[in-house]
């Protein structure tokens, strides 16, 4: 670990004419490191992704990148090309529906095999191989490597979206409510399995989430936003066991409790 | 029939012949770059090669000799009819053989008779966009061009493989125009593929339904997609030509009852005429016949 951060964000606003998406958001991201954001809906904390993953560009403020060859870039003042580079190389984005994420119409192997292609990746044994060992690293059993996702359950594609992203080894991964729309026991499995891949390849990653189990089992830190603002943020345990501002204490005690 | 007085010479007015050769020359300096214009209705229907007849009508002259095919035959209900058009509007000169052209319009053939400098390939271009069935939305794919985001046409090309354990593709195969932009070469057989790889000849296409115009320049590099373990290959054919015994050529399948007979035919119906009155026979020629007493076969 460096004791620099992959992602420096600082006072980032977004405003949607006169209303707000998000509110002078300031944040640091070190590697490794999984960062929930919680939120009731409309609280701006999918403005804020899509804002850090360059699909939005901010009304203001800044985000800063660290590179693979250590340098800090600005990403807004990056060319689009080099965003779009960044997006399909070092970074991943795992929708809330897959079939954002996914291509509907082609195999699973070529979705997994797409951004080998896109970088250059010429030799379709290798390609293919790539693909059945992150098929098998999501559990999606080989021989359904040539089906197309629509003849996949719900958990299937979110596993195949993840794999997709993977797959060129990024270091920041955005999840947009990954476990959204999922029952309870194929969530608890996609839990599990993201937390293993976060662990074992030492990704970063940012999840937006409303569900705090979910943020409790994935993240280390966690900030909690209310109409756009970040209102709490801190260690993931001590925002859960102690929240602090009023909004907090309210989520926290609005968890159902079985 | 001589009312051409009432048409402007090449049926375009000349505003608009300008407004396409600018286009066409912009093509020319970007090889392989699709080239919006505007794109004027034509006295036929979208599909019929509305987009190649503009970009004829804009670069005949008196002077021009004209060969038009369509699946690689002058004698088909389009080519004779684009033939009789230009006839008609240009009064210029016609012809079927290859090598006498100076405008060559054709529909999804390159002829096999080799082109040389000076010759002008005009391709009627259905669906210019080799991107289109991967990625419906066209700001997208023009943003892929501009980006030389080409990943997605090889994700086809391994789909074909996954499924079918080779590239599948048989026309309208990509390919990499002096290594920059990715082509559709409309809808030719990928057997011709080769044939546009460094050609003498100018090599333009128009699309009029879609509205754009390409162009690949003489001497112009133009390498067709694959994978390293799965290399390009054109279609082989079991035997030769039935009429003319040509090998190596691209062969359309004749059906010749309804009991299962067929046979395999040039589909370049000048190029096999040729080898016809050059002496070659296939094995289901007709017999000729030099001598007139022979001339009546006993029925």
């Avoid at chain 2, 069935?133 to 501009?146: D, Q």
């Amino acid at each position: 670990m460096t004791d620099e951060p992959l992602l420096r964000v600082s006072a980032l606003s977004k405003f949607y004419g006169s209303r707000v998406g998000c509110d002078n958001v300031s944040f640091d991201l070190w590697p490794g490191e999984v960062l929930a954001v919680v939120g009731e809906s409309g609280s701006g904390k999918t403005t804020l992704l899509n804002c850090l993953s360059t699909r939005l560009l901010p009304s203001s403020g800044t985000a800063s990148y660290r590179m693979r060859d250590g340098q800090f870039r600005e990403l807004y003042r990056m060319s689009e090309a080099e965003r779009r580079f960044l997006m399909r190389t070092d970074w991943g984005f795992v929708h809330q529906n897959p079939a954002d994420g996914l291509r509907m119409t082609v195999s699973a192997g070529a979705n997994v095999g797409e951004r080998l292609m896109a970088v250059g990746d010429r030799h379709y044994g290798k390609i293919r191989a790539t693909a059945v060992d992150w098929l098998s690293r999501v559990e999606i059993e080989e021989d359904r490597i040539d089906d197309e996702p629509r003849a996949f359950s719900g958990g299937m594609r979110q596993r195949l979206q993840i794999a997709r992203n993977l797959v060129t080894g990024p270091r920041l991964v955005f999840m947009d409510e990954p476990t959204g729309g999922l029952d309870v026991s194929v969530q608890a499995r996609l839990l599990d399995l993201l937390r293993g891949l976060v662990t074992d390849l030492g990704l970063a990653a940012i999840v937006v989430t409303h569900d705090l189990a979910v943020a409790r089992l994935l993240s280390q830190r966690m900030m909690v936003m209310k109409d756009g603002r970040v209102v709490e943020s801190g260690l993931t345990d001590r925002v859960l066991d102690d929240p602090r501002a009023p909004y907090t204490q309210l989520l926290v005690s609005s968890i159902l409790q079985v | 029939m001589t009312d051409i007085a009432t048409y402007n010479f090449a049926y375009l007015d000349e505003q608009t012949k300008r407004m396409i050769r600018r286009a066409i020359l912009k093509g020319i300096a970007i090889p392989g770059y699709q080239v919006p214009f505007a794109s004027r209705e034509m006295p036929m229907p979208y599909g019929w090669g509305t987009g190649g007849v503009q970009v004829t009508a804009s670069i005949i002259g008196p002077d021009d000799v004209l060969k038009v095919i369509d699946q690689g035959a002058d004698d088909t209900t389009n080519a004779v009819s684009i033939r009789a058009f230009f006839k008609k509007v240009a009064n210029v000169a016609v012809t079927t053989d290859t090598a006498s052209a100076t405008i060559i319009q054709t529909r999804h053939r390159i002829p096999e008779h080799p082109l040389t400098a000076g010759q002008v390939l005009v391709y009627q271009v259905p669906i210019p966009e080799p991107l289109r069935f991967l990625e419906p939305r066209e700001t997208e794919t023009r943003k892929m061009h501009a980006l030389e985001e080409y990943g997605l046409m090889h994700v086809k090309l391994y789909e074909d493989i996954a499924k079918h354990g080779r590239i599948a593709t048989t026309y309208a195969y990509p390919v990499k125009v002096e290594g920059r932009y990715v082509m559709d070469p409309s809808p030719t057989p990928k057997f011709d593929n080769p044939k546009m790889h460094r050609s003498p000849a100018l090599q333009l296409f128009g699309a009029g339904r879609e509205k754009r115009i390409y162009a690949v320049p003489p001497f112009t590099d133009v390498v067709s997609l694959d994978f390293e373990d799965h290399p390009f290959e054109v279609q082989t054919f079991d035997q030769p030509c039935a009429l003319c015994a040509a090998e190596n050529v691209y062969l359309d399948e004749v059906i010749l009852d309804d009991h299962g007979g067929h046979m395999f035919v040039c589909s370049d119906t000048d190029h096999c005429e040729k080898r016809r009155q050059e002496g070659h026979r296939g094995h289901l020629a007709p017999e000729i016949h030099l001598a007139s007493e022979k001339m009546e076969p006993a029925r």
